[in-house]
């Protein structure tokens, strides 16, 4: 038996791309690096020190659908270990993984990253994935000859897994009849009558009885004098109709996976051409700086070396840029194709006790699967180094310009909208489950819960005494109330209870949740931003998840924020903030550290940030109030695109919130909301 055990744990774990770098030796990403040579540099020298690029292992690509390979070292199988979780590696791959990873006797399966304990033996004590062995098996029967037979012509159709025998239909028949194989494995290239290419029976332990039935409430398979005797007043059924029933639902889930995975592993061969048009852009372009240091010789070499930095500079991002979509859709393949193997090796080879136990696990590994689906997009850029027309001294402007210009495009549909009354501006959108999401309006004290269709569907009053500035919701659909002039924030449970969770001393505008569940609030001296005075000191705070208390205080000082309206944090802990007085969005690490600011593109300038939020993908989203636009970014805060802009129906964007389906919800100065879809 199994020795380990599934706790439902989830833990942040370095990628799957990272530890295969330690199993193969090949790097998956690295930095380009800054030349700071005082001589001028031939142009090989230069390309020679371009950093090396990411390599995709090639069973992410290949076409076969077989799915027989590692989800560590992306290798064939080798001694294939199963975790409950039913994600198989290498014994070797999963040994080498545990002993990096473990912590407190359990570790976190590579995939789903739920904990399972490490058995006394390591990866030996899990349990041979008998269906990547059987799967394995199919391809060496074909043309052989059955192994029992007297006339040594008879051919093979099933070999057994457990004595390594090739047998014809029937001395396969008969060896499963047999006392000491009765419970033996036989695999067959096609499949059976039931559609399984694997054949065994089990026995119950007590009556000797095989199993044939499956108990409801102790979901378990059983004997039927187990259901005489302790199950008789229990739900149970035929476990051949039962799991046939499973086997319908999971081939719905694999099919529609599967088709998706061809689409994955284009977009991943898009990305590595990306990626060596890039590189190529990158040797062009040093060509063309060094081509004119050259000319310029001595005098420019201090300018050259600028050009280089941002090049290198401007590069790196693009390529960082690339290394997070690659990572993204190299694990996407990997969890989809990993999910789909899983239940398809079950539903192929597995006995019907087998898939009925797993439904629960194999489903929810699919729904889990499906979340990853689509991937975004590949933000693009065409990076220029453009020279003067004319030049009388040596200045940096005359050396030249490096110009980068966006080329990504981004399909943005609406699919529905709805008008709040009144013409009062949207100023908090709060998602919840099932495609809804709650609106305040103006400072009225009401909340309107619409749908994605632009429907309403209900209003609550939370009090006449009550300033909303701001909304936001957790995964629970609780709602967070930024109450501006009473001083705190609120709490709505999905119940429609509301209770005081933080008071405070100044006026609360902009409201997040971290990833720990902190409460991130922008604080105010002033009510509003026209009241603003040099001498404020406003903050951003962090409270731990009760409210019970300040975890952290980012000071004016420390980040030069004027009057903090709106915040968010992104997928890797970075905190942005929109500064109203400033025009910008601060960017800071997660412990209030500045990383740069954002004030827009060369060609769309950031002229009001208000709303502002962050996608599953790590892109950024910024109302422009003022620009009436809205602006994308990527996980570096590098712009990517504008999404939209306002029309007849919808004035100056404010407010921007994303579902968790990844559908963009946009509220105006003119009490509409718009959602859109935008992810490809």
């Given at each position: 038996m199994n020795?380990?055990?599934?706790t439902?744990?989830?833990?942040?774990?370095?990628?799957?791309?990272?530890?295969?770098?330690?199993l193969?030796?090949v790097?998956l990403?690295?930095?380009?690096k800054?030349?700071?040579?005082?001589?001028?540099?031939s142009?090989?020298?230069?390309?020679?020190?371009?950093?090396?690029?990411?390599?995709?292992?090639?069973?992410?690509l290949?076409?076969?659908?077989?799915?027989?390979?590692?989800?560590?070292?992306?290798?064939?199988?080798?001694?294939?270990?199963m975790?409950?979780?039913?994600?198989?590696?290498?014994?070797?791959?999963l040994?080498?993984?545990?002993?990096?990873?473990?912590?407190?006797g359990?570790?976190?399966?590579?995939?789903?990253?739920?904990?399972?304990?490490?058995?006394?033996?390591g990866a030996?004590?899990?349990?041979?994935?008998?269906?990547?062995?059987?799967?394995?098996?199919?391809?060496?029967?074909?043309?052989?000859?059955?192994?029992?037979?007297?006339?040594?012509?008879?051919?093979?159709?099933?070999?057994?897994?457990?004595?390594?025998?090739?047998f014809c239909?029937?001395?396969?028949?008969?060896?499963?009849?047999?006392?000491?194989s009765?419970?033996?494995?036989?695999?067959?290239?096609?499949p059976?009558?039931?559609?399984?290419?694997?054949?065994s029976?089990?026995?119950?332990?007590?009556?000797k009885?095989?199993?044939?039935?499956f108990?409801?409430?102790?979901?378990?398979?059983?004997?039927?004098?187990?259901?005489?005797?302790?199950?008789?007043?229990?739900n149970?059924?035929?476990?051949?109709?039962?799991?046939?029933?499973v086997?319908?639902e999971?081939?719905?889930?694999v099919?529609?996976?599967?088709s998706?995975l061809?689409?994955?592993?284009?977009?991943?061969?898009?990305?590595?051409?990306?990626d060596?048009?890039?590189?190529s852009?990158?040797?062009?372009l040093?060509?063309?700086?060094?081509?004119?240091s050259?000319?310029l010789?001595?005098?420019?070499?201090?300018?050259?070396?600028?050009?280089i930095?941002?090049?290198?500079?401007?590069?790196?991002?693009?390529?960082?840029?690339?290394?997070?979509?690659?990572?993204?859709?190299?694990?996407?393949?990997?969890?989809?194709?990993?999910q789909?193997?899983?239940?398809?090796?079950?539903?192929?080879?597995?006995s019907n006790?087998?898939?009925?136990?797993?439904?629960e696990?194999?489903?929810?590994?699919?729904?889990?699967?499906?979340?990853?689906?689509?991937?975004?997009?590949?933000?693009?850029?065409?990076?220029?180094?453009?020279?003067?027309?004319?030049?009388?001294?040596?200045?940096?402007?005359?050396?030249?310009?490096?110009?980068?210009?966006?080329?990504?495009?981004?399909?943005?549909?609406?699919?529905g909208?709805?008008?709040?009354p009144g013409?009062h501006?949207i100023?908090?959108?709060?998602?919840?489950?099932?495609?809804?999401?709650?609106?305040?309006?103006?400072?009225?004290?009401?909340?309107?819960l619409?749908?994605?269709?632009?429907?309403?569907?209900?209003?609550?009053?939370?009090?006449?005494?009550i300033?909303?500035?701001?909304?936001?919701?957790?995964?629970?659909?609780?709602?967070?109330?930024s109450?501006?002039?009473?001083?705190?924030?609120?709490?709505?449970?999905?119940?429609?209870?509301?209770?005081?969770?933080?008071?405070?001393?100044?006026?609360?505008?902009?409201?997040?949740l971290?990833?720990?569940?902190?409460?991130?609030?922008?604080?105010a001296?002033?009510?509003?931003?026209?009241?603003?005075?040099?001498?404020?000191?406003?903050?951003?705070?962090?409270?731990?998840?009760?409210?019970?208390?300040?975890?952290?205080?980012?000071?004016?000082?420390n980040?030069?924020?004027?009057?903090?309206?709106?915040?968010?944090?992104?997928?890797?802990?970075?905190?942005?903030?929109?500064d109203?007085?400033?025009?910008c969005?601060?960017?800071?690490?997660h412990?209030?550290?500045?990383?740069?600011r954002?004030?827009?593109?060369?060609?769309?300038?950031?002229?009001e940030p208000?709303?502002?939020?962050?996608?599953?993908y790590?892109?950024?989203?910024?109302?422009?109030?003022?620009?009436?636009?809205?602006?994308?970014?990527?996980?570096?805060?590098?712009f990517?695109?504008?999404l939209?802009?306002s029309?007849s129906?919808?004035k100056?964007?404010?407010?921007?919130?994303?579902?968790?389906?990844g559908?963009?919800?946009?509220?105006?100065?003119?009490?509409?909301?718009?959602?859109?879809?935008?992810?490809?």
């Amino acid at each position: 038996m199994n020795s380990s055990k599934m706790t439902g744990e989830v833990v942040r774990l370095p990628s799957i791309s990272s530890f295969s770098q330690s199993l193969t030796g090949v790097p998956l990403s690295s930095s380009a690096k800054t030349r700071s040579s005082s001589t001028i540099p031939s142009k090989m020298a230069v390309i020679s020190e371009e950093s090396e690029t990411t390599r995709t292992p090639r069973a992410l690509l290949n076409e076969d659908s077989q799915f027989e390979w590692c989800g560590l070292c992306f290798d064939d199988y080798s001694d294939p270990k199963m975790l409950p979780c039913y994600h198989s590696y290498c014994s070797r791959c999963l040994n080498e993984y545990i002993d990096q990873t473990k912590d407190a006797g359990s570790f976190a399966c590579p995939l789903c990253k739920i904990r399972h304990a490490v058995p006394m033996d390591g990866a030996q004590g899990f349990k041979p994935n008998i269906y990547i062995n059987a799967l394995q098996a199919t391809k060496n029967i074909k043309n052989t000859i059955c192994e029992t037979c007297d006339d040594g012509k008879t051919l093979a159709e099933t070999y057994c897994l457990e004595c390594e025998q090739n047998f014809c239909t029937r001395c396969g028949t008969i060896h499963l009849k047999m006392k000491m194989s009765k419970s033996h494995h036989l695999v067959s290239e096609k499949p059976g009558e039931h559609g399984q290419k694997m054949t065994s029976r089990s026995y119950c332990g007590e009556h000797k009885q095989e199993i044939d039935i499956f108990c409801f409430k102790c979901r378990m398979p059983i004997c039927e004098n187990c259901r005489d005797q302790a199950h008789e007043q229990h739900n149970t059924q035929n476990i051949k109709e039962f799991a046939n029933e499973v086997k319908r639902e999971l081939t719905e889930s694999v099919d529609f996976l599967q088709s998706y995975l061809p689409s994955l592993k284009e977009r991943l061969r898009d990305v590595e051409n990306h990626d060596e048009a890039v590189l190529s852009i990158k040797r062009h372009l040093i060509d063309q700086i060094d081509a004119r240091s050259e000319k310029l010789h001595r005098e420019i070499e201090d300018l050259r070396e600028k050009f280089i930095t941002k090049i290198n500079s401007e590069i790196q991002i693009e390529e960082d840029r690339l290394v997070i979509f690659k990572n993204r859709v190299t694990e996407a393949i990997t969890f989809v194709s990993s999910q789909v193997a899983a239940a398809k090796h079950c539903i192929d080879f597995g006995s019907n006790q087998d898939i009925a136990v797993g439904k629960e696990t194999l489903q929810f590994h699919l729904q889990e699967a499906s979340k990853m689906l689509p991937v975004g997009f590949i933000p693009r850029f065409d990076i220029n180094f453009l020279e003067p027309q004319s030049a009388e001294t040596i200045t940096e402007d005359l050396f030249g310009k490096i110009s980068k210009l966006g080329s990504t495009t981004v399909t943005v549909t609406e699919i529905g909208h709805y008008k709040v009354p009144g013409m009062h501006l949207i100023r908090g959108i709060a998602p919840v489950s099932d495609g809804r999401a709650w609106v305040i309006c103006g400072f009225d004290p009401r909340l309107h819960l619409l749908n994605r269709l632009g429907s309403r569907l209900r209003t609550i009053k939370l009090g006449n005494d009550i300033d909303v500035d701001y909304v936001t919701s957790d995964e629970n659909d609780n709602v967070y109330i930024s109450c501006r002039k009473n001083r705190c924030i609120k709490l709505l449970n999905k119940d429609t209870r509301i209770r005081d969770m933080v008071v405070l001393n100044d006026f609360p505008r902009g409201i997040a949740l971290s990833q720990s569940g902190d409460l991130l609030i922008c604080l105010a001296k002033s009510s509003t931003y026209d009241k603003y005075r040099p001498m404020d000191k406003n903050v951003v705070v962090k409270y731990s998840k009760l409210g019970s208390k300040v975890v952290a205080e980012f000071e004016r000082a420390n980040i030069q924020i004027k009057y903090p309206r709106r915040i968010a944090e992104n997928l890797n802990g970075d905190i942005y903030v929109s500064d109203h007085k400033e025009g910008c969005v601060h960017i800071l690490t997660h412990d209030g550290k500045v990383k740069h600011r954002y004030t827009g593109s060369e060609s769309t300038k950031l002229g009001e940030p208000c709303g502002i939020t962050c996608d599953r993908y790590g892109h950024v989203i910024i109302a422009d109030y003022k620009s009436n636009c809205i602006h994308l970014l990527d996980q570096q805060g590098q712009f990517v695109s504008l999404l939209t802009r306002s029309d007849s129906v919808m004035k100056q964007p404010f407010s921007v919130a994303v579902d968790a389906d990844g559908y963009l919800w946009v509220g105006g100065s003119n009490g509409v909301v718009k959602i859109f879809r935008y992810l490809l």
